[in-house]
């Protein structure tokens, strides 16, 4: 099978039958024998074409006049990403790729179809977004992020911070690695890293934080526990958390573990209870953490929003079910995916979670919580109602360093220094 054709293939999967990105790549990568640069190459097609796919619309749909086909527009799409982006892949071996898979899925006519709209638009000048009158609507085409995203970040950043949102999730996302320091310090992974020929550079937004470019999971150093992939933003629940050494510590919606395996880097002489919602998953943390070399956890199904838990801990993280916005340039297909109705169901599961596991909190304890979003509903307002419902919870100001804030909640921006959209929040159970 060619490799337009598995990148049809996964497309797919993933925009016609809900499949998540990585998954199906992965499922494909491993049926599929490919040489590194085929593997990069269906990646690019794939991801590009799911993140690019509002705006491959609109250039297209002077060019399609009849009714297509789910596999021909999906075929049509992938293709004129390919033309649009892609500089490397000559137009006409993109076009006749896509003729030939035509001619193979539907036979002549199909093939016909679809070379007609391809050299049409091939030849034709791109349609300019500077003549859509409204500014949301145009940067909703301009970035491929559907419109209601862009109309309440407008409403709460501006149309301006909704832009610098907006294009800064429409670029490429840095690949970040979180070093175990229960195993050995950042200057030295730093060193066996550069010694492997990979790029790898100390980031200022966390001390564990390392920038890394390459194909990470080939070092020794992940098979040997010496890191963890994860954003760095993510990595700054830990620093709002600050994990004492012999700290009891529940992370209420673990998997796939990130969070608190990192709180127990740090709580050596501690204890870190892990559960989450999904059996499926409990495998995940499990694996990683033997791989981390971790012990004193124990990993266990809950429901955070109802079950009871075995003890009562000094800190508590909730890193709750959220609408997913912040981290939709590793997980382009999530914009498709999520409507403003979906918000207001998870703002409520939110709020039964942190009500439930607050009564797991010692007096004086610790919790955060955090979403990987950017959405005001599901962040700030999530943070006052949980409050004001609760007497015995008050705001506990934290400190982020690099971002030179003190303060009881904070929403990252991925402008602010190229990461994932991330919100935090803490509060102190009153004595």
């Known amino acids: 099978m060619s490799l337009r054709k598995l990148a049809l293939d996964a497309y797919g999967r993933v925009m016609d039958e809900g499949g998540y990105s990585n998954i199906v790549l992965n499922d494909i990568i491993k049926s599929h024998p490919l040489e590194a640069n085929d593997k990069g190459l269906l990646t690019e097609i794939v991801y590009g074409t799911i993140a690019k796919r509002l705006h491959i619309q609109y250039q297209i749909r002077p060019f399609i006049r009849t009714r297509l086909k789910r ?8 293709t004129v990403y390919q033309i649009i982006w892609l500089d490397r892949v000559p137009n006409y071996a993109a076009i006749n790729e896509a003729v030939k898979i035509a001619k193979a899925s539907g036979g002549p006519k199909d093939a016909n179809a679809i070379n007609g709209i391809l050299r049409n638009f091939e030849r034709s000048p791109r349609q300019d977004a500077n003549a859509i009158k409204s500014a949301t609507k145009r940067l909703s085409i301009e970035t491929s992020i559907p419109e209601w995203i862009i109309f309440h970040w407008k409403t709460h950043h ?6 610098r949102i907006a294009e800064a999730l429409d670029s490429r996302p840095q690949m970040y690695i979180r070093t175990n320091t229960s195993r050995i310090t950042r200057e030295s992974l730093l060193s066996k890293l550069t010694a492997e020929g990979l790029e790898a550079t100390p980031s200022d937004i ?5 920038e890394v470019d390459g194909d990470i999971l080939k070092s020794e150093g992940y098979e040997a526990g010496l890191f963890s992939i994860q954003d760095v933003s993510s990595m700054l629940v830990n620093e709002a958390l600050e994990p004492a050494v012999d700290d ?15 709180a127990l880097e740090k ?6 209870d892990l559960s989450d919602v999904h059996t ?7 694996q990683h953490a033997k791989r981390l070399g971790l012990s004193n956890l124990e990993v266990f199904l809950a429901d955070a929003a109802c079950d009871e838990y075995p003890r009562l801990y000094d800190k508590i993280i909730v890193d709750a079910p959220c609408s ?43 919790l955060i919580y955090s979403t ?14 949980f409050k004001k419902e609760n007497d015995d919870i008050e705001f506990d100001p934290f400190r982020l360093k690099a971002f030179d804030f003190e303060g009881p909640y904070r929403q990252i921006l991925p402008h602010e220094a190229d990461t994932d959209g991330f919100f935090i929040a803490r509060f102190r159970k009153k004595e």
């Open 324 to 366: 997913g916005l912040g981290v939709m340039r590793r997980k382009p297909e999530i914009r498709y995916e999520r409507t403003a109705e979906d918000v207001e169901a998870l703002v409520r599961l939110q709020l039964e979670i942190l009500s439930n596991v607050k009564q797991y909190l010692k007096k004086d304890g610790v």
């Open 372 to 385: 990987c979003t950017i959405h005001q509903m599901e962040n700030e307002n999530v943070a006052y109602t």
């Open 267 to 272: 709580a050596t002489s501690g204890h870190v």
């Open 248 to 262: 009891v510590i529940l992370d209420a919606c673990s998997a796939p573990g990130g969070k608190g395996l990192h």
């Open 71 to 78: 596999w021909q527009r999906n075929l049509i799409e992938i």
């Open 206 to 210: 966390h001390p564990d934080a390392i």
């Open 158 to 163: 501006g149309i301006e911070g909704a832009r």
């Open 280 to 286: 499926h998953k409990l495998p995940l943390v499990t």
